[in-house]
Nanobody
Framework: QVQLVESGGGLVQAGGSLRLSCAAS????????MGWFRQAPGKEREFVAA????????YYADSVKGRFTISRDNAKNTVNLRMNSLNNEDTAVYYC???????????????????WGQGTQVTVSS
């Protein structure tokens, strides 16, 4: 059974940085695209960033491009999201997501059937 456990959320001032991590278990991690979504209060869940199986591709939402960086460590079964230059609009619950099907590039995560973590809160204060 696939399990995804996020960590690293918290409260940060505008302009600051945070690093989220997601620990995955239950299958061969490197074969699957991974990513992050977020959901702000009163809004639908939206795509943030993804990384393809094996780390060969990345894909970002326009709203975070140039500020966020996704990476993966296949030896540790983790995927990370480095978030810089945070602003109030980044406040949300951030969810780790994993593609249910193997061997896809990063962009596939925007249309794939996914496994989800429980989420971690990120709050940006001005």
């Amino acid at each position: 059974q696939v399990q995804l456990v996020e960590s690293g959320g918290g409260l940060v001032q505008a302009g600051g940085s945070l690093r989220l991590s997601c620990a995955a278990s239950g299958r061969t991690f490197s074969r699957y695209a991974m990513g992050w979504f977020r959901q702000a209060p009163g809004k639908e869940r939206e795509f943030v960033a993804a990384i393809g199986w094996g780390g060969g591709s990345t894909y970002y939402a326009d709203s975070v491009k140039g500020r966020f960086t996704i990476s993966r460590d296949n030896a540790k079964n983790t995927v990370n999201l480095r978030m810089n230059s945070l602003n109030n609009e980044d406040t949300a619950v951030y969810y780790c997501a994993a593609d249910q099907d193997p061997y896809y590039p990063a962009a596939h995560l925007t249309t794939a059937t996914l496994y989800w973590g429980q989420g971690t809160q990120v709050t940006v204060s001005s």
